[in-house]
């Protein structure tokens, strides 16, 4: 029993450290993370979403911290359901980067 525990015990440990690796990956989280995914929006500017890459679709956005949008994908807003139950705040974090990113 203890053995199992174990080993039980040491499965969680290597599931949370790959979650982590996926985590900082933002590019992964954009394309895959969620569902609806971010990039099914954020490609193409479906409903009025900015679309990476294009600096002037992001308007006031781009005077907001990380902090602020992270906050503003986790409840939602417009069209954009909320996110924050379906990625955790690292994962969002990691695709608003990945999102900001392209816009340099």
Known sequence: MKKSLALLGAAAL????SM???AADGESVYKGGTVPTC???H???AAESPRVGHPGDWGERLD?????LVETVKGGQGAMPPMGHQASDEEIR???EYMLGTLE
């Open 43 to 45: 490609d193409f500017g």
């Open 20 to 22: 982590s690796a996926h």
């Open 94 to 96: 990691a695709a608003v």
């Open 64 to 68: 907001k911290s990380v902090d602020e």
């Open 14 to 17: 290597v599931m949370a450290g």
């Open 39 to 41: 990039a099914s929006c």
